[in-house]
């Protein structure tokens, strides 16, 4: 594929798109505003070795100086996850006015997306996914995730969609807006930190193949939009629902009680869930990124041999 004058690939990551090798995205909203320091670097460096276990380069997106980068070295992980919440975190909405000022911004799912997309890169792991938040009736709180993922052309691999959101809700937007919501090794959608969510999802697949050759039908078939892959978190990290259950309910109450409104709800809700489990879900949280990643590149792989 021909490269994109619009991006600034790293090295290694231009090469691959130019030679159509297999190349997997990885967002940076969850390094700075996911996790904390220092197991955010650590775990964006852990993903990095995942993908090329796995057979795909690792192309991490963020915006630096106002360049839609894609592919960042070691150095500018380490500065958007000490960063951390200073960082702005940067959705559709904030990629043009960021460019324009030349400022830094760390990817969400929706901007990963497009910063893909533009790139040349068809599939991308991340934790979970923004959707409805519980109480969107009222509030019109509606991760602009979803509108990404029924417009831009990228597989999105992530471990289903959390309790601090809507699921039932979540599913029925997917729905309206045409993505297929896939379930690799199981009938149901996960709840990320949960394997089972009670919902089911549209297709089970069960290989990777089998997600790539879908993949690779909608792009033939100039299907634009993109597919969500949700992969419940590995057996050993699955948390106890009562207990997510529980610090999830408090945090929502906590946020509720603080008046925390629009972007910053996300990464507030994490953070309290985090402490109200004492890191059980951040334990749970890297677990399940790192096998979306493993889950990702072989896709990939997959998808370059067809
Ligand atoms: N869910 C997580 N970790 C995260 C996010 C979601 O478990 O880091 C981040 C992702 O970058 C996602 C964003 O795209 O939050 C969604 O934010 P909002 O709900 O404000 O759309
Ligand atoms: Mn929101």
Excluded: W
């Excluded at 109480?135 to 691999?157: H, K, N, P, Q």
């Excluded at 089998?210 to 299907?223: F, K, P, Q």
């Excluded at 949700?230 to 408090?250: G, H, L, Q, W």
């Amino acid at each position: 594929m021909k490269l994109n004058p619009n991006i600034t690939y790293s090295p290694e990551v231009a090469e691959a798109i130019k030679n159509d090798m297999p190349v997997i995205a990885l967002e940076s909203t969850i390094i700075s505003h996911g996790m904390p320091y220092p197991e955010n670097v650590e775990t964006a460096g852990e993903c990095c070795r995942i993908a090329r276990e796995n057979g795909a380069v690792p192309a991490t997106c963020a915006i630096l100086g106002g360049r839609l980068c894609v592919g960042l070295t070691d150095g500018q992980l380490e500065y958007l996850g000490k960063a951390g919440q200073k960082a702005a975190k940067a959705s559709r909405r904030d990629i043009a006015i960021l460019a324009s000022r030349g400022a830094d911004g760390a990817t969400t799912v929706a901007s990963t997306m497009i910063l893909a997309h533009m790139a040349g890169v068809r599939v991308f792991a991340t934790g979970g996914i923004g959707g409805v938040h519980r109480g969107a009736t009222e509030t019109m709180d509606i991760s602009a995730d979803l509108e990404e993922l029924g417009r831009t052309s990228v597989a999105v691999v992530c471990a289903g969609a959390k309790s601090i959101l809507d699921i039932g809700l979540t599913l029925e937007y997917l729905e309206t807006k045409g993505v297929p919501v896939i379930a690799y090794g199981t009938d149901e959608m996960p709840a990320f930190y949960t394997r089972r969510s009670g919902f089911k999802a549209d297709y089970r697949m069960d290989t990777p193949r089998e997600i790539a050759a879908a993949l690779r039908a909608r792009t033939d078939l100039g299907i634009e939009g993109g597919m969500l892959v949700t992969n419940p978190v590995p057996e050993e990290y699955s948390m106890d629902k009562a207990v997510i259950d529980r610090a999830i309910d408090e945090a929502l109450a906590e946020a509720a009680a603080q008046g925390i409104r629009g972007k910053a709800t996300t990464p507030f809700l994490l953070a309290a869930v985090k402490e109200l489990t004492g890191g059980e879900s951040l334990k749970a949280n890297i677990a399940l990124v790192c096998n979306n990643v493993a889950l990702a590149a072989k896709i990939a792989a997959e998808l370059y041999k067809m």
